[in-house]
T-cell receptor, first 111, second 116 residues
Framework: SQKIEQNSEALNIQEGKTATLTCNYT??????LQWYRQDPGRGPVFLLL?????KEKRKERLKVTFDTTLKQSLFHITASQPADSATYLC??????????FGGGTRLMVKP | DAGVIQSPRHEVTEMGQEVTLRCKPI?????LFWYRQTMMRGLELLIY????????DSGMPEDRFSAKMPNASFSTLKIQPSEPRDSAVYFC??????????????FGQGTRLTVV
């Protein structure tokens, strides 16, 4: 069965550094991949979408890469800030808009 | 638009009782999803609808769970009878397919269900 893995351990980094989060998947061929941010007590909020024929996407301080050979996506936040502290979820999907989520990685940015 | 609206925000009920969770999707969105989130299992898709029709309910854990979407602006998720292991945060999300694969999902604030 399909499996989506994100590092379950929290990622602690210093303010100003680049945070890199990983999303690996197996037994799946997604048409697209999305990244969401979730704050405590709130629903996930969409950040970026990247399709299978795209290698990289950028949005302000965010960058996502998608390697369908390695079955991996990397999510980067440059010049991280304490306000970036949250849980980040990757989600994979195919036609029909059905999304399957990873378990999420908690990011803590320390001032 | 006020976004996806879920009610109630919190629900505490006794084991064996019926629980109904409600969702109002964003106007114009064709797809509606129900997810359940726990620490152990993360965010799991329970069921989703397209134009009010259930498309895939394979994630519904058992017959105690049922979902309906009587019209484009309202959906319910019902648990009868409820059990302590149903305790979780339940999210509703909606999307609008823009003619291509993959659009962002808009999530509600969730309903935190506690079954005692």
């Amino acid at each position: 069965s399909q499996k989506i893995e994100q590092n379950s351990e929290a990622l602690n980094i210093q303010e100003g550094k680049t945070a890199t989060l990983t999303c690996n998947y197996t037994n799946y061929s997604p048409a697209y991949l999305q990244w969401y941010r979730q704050d405590p007590g709130r629903g996930p909020v969409f950040l970026l979408l990247i399709r299978e024929n795209e290698k990289e996407k950028r949005k302000e301080r965010l960058k996502v890469t998608f390697d369908t050979t390695l079955k991996q996506s990397l999510f980067h936040i440059t010049a991280s800030q304490p306000a970036d502290s949250a849980t980040y979820l990757c989600a994979l999907g195919r036609a029909g808009n059905m999304l399957t989520f990873g378990g999420g990685t908690r990011l803590m940015v320390k001032p | 638009d006020a976004g996806v609206i879920q009610s109630p925000r919190h629900e505490v009920t006794e084991m064996g009782q019926e629980v109904t969770l409600r969702c109002k999707p964003i106007s114009g969105h064709d797809y509606l999803f129900w997810y359940r989130q726990t620490m152990m299992r993360g965010l799991e898709l329970l069921i989703y609808f397209n134009n009010n029709v259930p498309i895939d309910d394979s994630g519904m854990p058992e017959d105690r769970f049922s979902a309906k979407m009587p019209n484009a602006s309202f959906s319910t998720l019902k648990i009868q009878p409820s059990e302590p292991r149903d305790s979780a945060v339940y999210f509703c999300a909606s999307t609008y397919p823009l003619g291509s694969l993959g659009t962002e999902a808009f999530f509600g604030q969730g309903t935190r269900l506690t079954v005692v």
